[in-house]
């Protein structure tokens, strides 16, 4: 049973269109994040939610939204898709006040801006 | 800011044999955990070690070891017994202790394994 899961795998498609990846977690962490992974590898925090708060928002542009319907869920909005939006997105959730407090991954998606 | 700095882009490791991954990182904080995930071409990502700054012995699972040298900033991953299974790409991580959780990657180091 998977712990993270992230839909879809793959994603395709043209500049300037709107895209959604969901993100669910059946860990019942109450904080779940976006991370992006560029072409060179290199990964970066772009959003955590804590208890449907925002809690980081790191300078992104504002074409990325993330929505959290419940505590289990953290869905990435991008709009108006730029070449530069090309990467990996995982998202990862964990569990805020436990001394452990492990961030586990998704599997990622890969988006492909043409 | 945290910044975390991995040196080597690339390390090759003879089946077997043992290799050691380079970390430093940068911090003000007192209250931090540092952490090595594993990154298969699968693209998963997976927690390979953990170390509490607060403790002075370093972690150790199975095969992985750390060196942590806290004065230095030094956080490095030794594995034993290369396997052809541990090619991956090997990142080196950093979270605050505090609330806020966000984890700072290095750059990451491709592992390779020869047979």
């Known amino acids: 049973d998977t712990a993270v899961s992230q839909t879809p795998k793959y994603l395709v498609t043209q500049m300037g269109n709107d895209k959604s990846i969901k993100c669910e977690q059946n860990?019942?962490?109450?904080?779940m994040y976006w991370y992006k992974q560029d072409s060179k590898k290199f990964l970066k925090i772009m959003f955590s939610?804590?208890?449907?708060?925002?809690?980081i928002n790191e300078t992104v542009p504002n074409r990325f939204s993330p929505k959290s319907p419940d505590k289990a869920h953290l869905n990435l909005h991008i709009n108006s898709l730029e070449l530069g939006d090309s990467a990996v997105y995982f998202c990862?959730?964990?569990?805020?006040?436990?001394?452990?407090?492990?961030?586990?991954f998704g599997a990622g998606t890969r988006l492909s801006v043409l | 800011a945290q910044t975390v700095t991995q040196s080597q882009p690339e390390m090759s490791v003879q089946e077997a044999e043992t290799v050691t991954l380079s970390c430093t990182y940068d911090?003000?904080?007192?209250?931090?955990?540092l952490f090595w995930y594993k990154q298969p071409p699968s693209r998963q990502m997976i927690l390979v070690i953990r170390?509490?700054?607060?403790?002075?012995q370093n972690a150790t699972e199975n095969r992985f070891s750390v060196n942590f040298q806290k004065a230095a900033k030094s956080f490095s991953l030794k594995i034993s017994d290369s396997q052809l299974g541990d090619a991956a790409m090997y990142f080196c991580a950093y979270r605050r202790g505090n609330a806020g959780n966000m984890l700072t990657f290095g750059g990451g180091t491709r592992l390779m394994v020869k047979p």
């Open positions: 170390q509490e700054a607060y403790k002075q």
């Open positions: 911090t003000s904080e007192s209250d931090y955990y």
């Open positions: 860990l019942g962490h109450d904080t």
């Open positions: 990862a959730s964990s569990q805020v006040g436990l001394a452990k407090n492990i961030q586990y």
């Open positions: 939610y804590n208890n449907k708060e925002l809690i």
